[in-house]
């Protein structure tokens, strides 16, 4: 059996005057999250693309904090594939992987999932890439800094959920190993050998720093997902058992 997007996740009602209700589930709700926050992003422009995207240097302004969350819910503005491959996978996956872990845990996975890979990748862009030399677009020589004299440095930004979603592939195929996907849309393919393909594809790209891909994103995301299946790891009740240390007092 080939898995397809046949979860209707929205409630219908046939009386006359229906209306459309939200989506029910956790992770339509994401997608609907996503394709607001992307049409912001055209229609509003590079004001939301710039406060809430992922730089490597965050921790230099700690209040920053909060992109490693953020930037998961934001897209390439001119590239609209990125996010439609996104929330197809989502999609696809999510699905049944919330029915598995139920709605709480699912969202907790995820949303660590994306912080995590954000995470990982800031480290690496800040140790081992380092900021990036801007070039003078018409000129096509290195932008000269006013204040040092020297090149232009620029950390470059990430987008997208593809971190969470590789966190997502993972765990799916860890749970089902041998389920039938077309991979590409195109090849009957088990979910295992999916999997695997993305990580050495990720793997081969992050060695090469090839592309304008953040590659280191997807691996972690996928030692993520690997992780939380081997380790029979449940966020919500972990984060509920740390929380249940602090109780509040009424005031």
């Avoid at 590659?215 to 919500?236: E, I």
Wanted: hydrophobic share 50%.
């Amino acid at each position: 059996m080939h898995m397809g997007l046949y979860d209707r996740p929205y409630a219908y009602d046939d009386r006359p005057g229906m209306q459309l209700q939200p989506p029910r589930t956790a992770t339509m709700q994401l997608v609907a999250i996503c394709i607001v926050v992307y049409l912001c992003q055209l229609f509003i422009g590079d004001a939301i693309t710039n406060t809430f995207h992922l730089v490597a240097n965050w921790f230099e302004r700690p209040w920053r904090v909060y992109q490693l969350l953020t930037y998961g819910f934001l897209h390439s503005p001119n590239d609209i594939g990125h996010i439609l491959i996104n929330m197809l996978m989502l999609g696809m996956f999510g699905l049944h992987l919330e029915r598995r872990y139920r709605r709480e845990e699912f969202l907790t996975f995820y949303l660590t999932a994306i912080v995590f890979a954000g995470l990982a990748w800031s480290l690496v862009e800040y140790f081992v890439e380092g900021p990036h030399v801007v070039v003078n677009a018409v000129t096509g020589q290195p932008a000269v800094d006013p204040q040092s004299g020297g090149p232009l440095l620029r950390w470059s930004p990430v987008v997208g959920a593809s971190g969470g979603i590789a966190a997502l592939v993972v765990l799916f195929a860890c749970n089902y190993p041998h389920q039938q996907v077309l991979f590409m849309f195109l090849f009957p393919m088990p979910m295992w050998l999916v999997a695997v393909i993305g990580v050495i594809l990720d793997a081969r790209g992050a060695v090469a720093r090839s592309g304008n891909v953040a590659f280191t994103a997807h691996l972690a995301g996928a030692v993520f997902g690997f992780l939380y299946f081997k380790f029979g790891w449940r966020l919500s009740e972990m984060w509920q058992g740390k929380l249940g240390n602090f109780p509040l007092k009424p005031g």
